[in-house]
T-cell receptor, first 116, second 118 residues
Framework: EAQVTQNPRYLITVTGKKLTVTCSQN?????MSWYRQDPGLGLRQIYY???????DKGDVPEGYKVSRKEKRNFPLILESPSPNQTSLYFC???????????????FGSGTRLTVV | AQTVTQSQPEMSVQEAETVTLSCTYD???????LFWYKQPPSRQMILVIR??????QNATENRFSVNFQKAAKSFSLKISDSQLGDAAMYFC???????????????FGKGTKLSVKP
């Protein structure tokens, strides 16, 4: 089954304790992205990657890191989490078609992160 | 930069009735894609319908249809014969047709929460 797998689904952590949210897709998609969703703000992009070793900042990158060493994986790293990073996080991927991104995204199931 | 605006934070509809969710966007591009996503309480993001800007015909998927007005930069979603399972948050999203830099990114509105009354 074609899917984007995020782990964990729920995470409660303490301020300053480094954590990683994993994301993996099995569709051979070139494009991957991380979003955070907050009430009243919709989904805002954190980082995106157009291919292996190619990553760039989205609209709200502060406090986050990413890496893309393999095409299928795109982990999100919070080096020193703070309470304002409490949010719902989504990983998503997309294919290219003839050089254009035809489809919308395939989303993971989301990670609910609470930083206390 | 492109922006997407959903002016209705919440909407309500009676079961079996029709409801229209509004979305406007701002862009200087001529080629792009527009999407409606549904997010039920399970929080999964589900693609409802997609519209290519170069197509004049409005997209339709079963009970879901759009009214795409390119000149007005408007992209509303109509849900016919509403069902209890349609209750969800709905997001309108924009994507450039170009690929490069940030142009492939999906830009979302803030969402409209739809309630369906039995």
């Amino acid at each position: 089954e074609a899917q984007v797998t995020q782990n964990p689904r729920y995470l409660i952590t303490v301020t300053g304790k480094k954590l990683t949210v994993t994301c993996s897709q099995n569709m051979n998609h070139e494009y991957m992205s991380w979003y955070r969703q907050d009430p009243g703000l919709g989904l805002r992009q954190i980082y995106y990657s157009m291919n292996v070793e190619v990553t760039d900042k989205g609209d709200v990158p502060e406090g986050y890191k990413v890496s893309r060493k393999e095409k299928r994986n795109f982990p999100l790293i919070l080096e020193s989490p703070s309470p304002n990073q409490t949010s719902l996080y989504f990983c998503a991927s997309s294919s290219r078609s003839g050089g254009y991104l035809y489809d919308g995204y395939t989303f993971g199931s989301g990670t609910r992160l609470t930083v206390v | 930069a492109q922006t997407v605006t959903q002016s209705q934070p919440e909407m309500s509809v009676q079961e079996a009735e029709t409801v229209t969710l509004s979305c406007t966007y701002d862009t200087s591009e001529s080629d792009y894609y527009l999407f409606w996503y549904k997010q039920p309480p399970s929080r999964q993001m589900i693609l409802v319908i997609r519209q290519e800007a170069y197509k004049q015909q409005n997209a339709t998927e079963n009970r879901f249809s759009v009214n795409f007005q390119k000149a007005a930069k408007s992209f509303s979603l109509k849900i016919s014969d509403s069902q209890l399972g349609d209750a969800a948050m709905y997001f309108c999203a924009y994507r450039s047709e170009s690929y490069g830099g940030s142009q492939g990114n999906l830009i979302f509105g803030k969402g409209t929460k739809l309630s369906v009354k039995p």
